[in-house]
């Protein structure tokens, strides 16, 4: 098991809590503005917390125990990454999570989240200390930068009422980048793929809390994005003014 510099943990949870903290209080002002009331939205973040912080807890538990490793038997880490995200489309679809998710400016806000994928860096730290191939890490964390990058340039065309296309470009990127990421890392750390040396680490802290925790939770805000800029309701999410929050 390869524990690599402090910088690099403290990198990596960089990401991993400021990535559902601000999802937390974008679903806060959501729901705000969607008219439930500060005292419900406020109990919709603090699920939304209990959640993903609670998942992120386990996970890091369970990879310390080295549960995710690849030969400890069942594959674990892809059965925690599909649990997660199945569990996260389900609750999209509770109606107070989805009016929340509805209302007016959020297609902007679910943007800001992605501005944490910058800590894929943390990929390209790997292999420059000689503990990721290549095959793996470039593509990763190169990709998720640019995504983290254009993230709030992004937000702010849509604030404006600009964005339409921008998002959609930019949402299909970062799906798209998260799959060939998910993809090579399967290929390279199973063996599919001989490289020297293998995408194993990945299976073990702190990395293991990007597949397990963050890439669920930015594939759901991507597509939650993608179905409103894609439907009619498109220009009235961006444009519409913000009610008054509600006492």
């Given amino acids: 098991m390869y524990d690599p510099p402090g ?16 999802t937390c209080a974008v679903l806060y002002g959501g729901a705000v503005r969607a008219g439930l009331g500060r005292r419900r939205a406020a109990l ?7 959640v993903l912080g609670g998942w992120t807890a386990a996970s890091t538990v369970i990879a310390g125990h080295g549960w995710y490793n690849m030969r400890s038997g069942l594959p674990w880490l892809p059965i925690a990454f599909t649990g997660c995200l199945g569990l996260l489309l389900a609750l999209r679809r509770i109606p107070v999570v989805a009016r929340a998710l509805a209302a007016p400016g959020m297609t902007s806000r679910l943007e800001y989240p992605h501005t944490f994928r910058v800590v894929g860096v943390s990929f390209l730290l790997y292999l420059a200390l000689g503990h990721l191939p290549a095959l793996f890490a470039l593509p990763a964390g190169l990709g998720d930068i640019a995504t983290g990058i254009a993230a709030p340039l992004v937000a702010r065309r849509l604030a404006r009422g600009t964005g339409r296309r921008a998002a959609v470009w930019h949402n299909a990127f970062g799906i798209t980048d998260l799959v060939v990421a998910l993809t090579l890392g399967g290929l390279t750390a199973f063996g599919l793929l001989k490289v020297t040396p293998s995408s194993a680490p990945i299976s073990e802290l702190p990395l ?3 597949l397990t925790a963050g890439v669920p939770l930015f594939l759901v805000l991507h597509f939650t994005v993608l179905s409103a800029v894609r439907g009619p309701r498109t220009a009235q999410l961006a444009t519409t003014p913000l009610p008054s929050p509600a006492k």
């Avoid at 973040?45 to 209990?50: D, K, L, T, Y």
Wanted: glycine share 16%; net charge neutral; hydrophobic share 70%.
């Fill in 7 to 22: 910088y690099v943990w403290a990198i990596t949870l960089t990401g991993g809590i400021g990535v559902p903290a601000v």
């Fill in 208 to 210: 293991a809390l990007i």
């Fill in 44 to 50: 919709l973040a603090g699920a939304a917390a209990a």
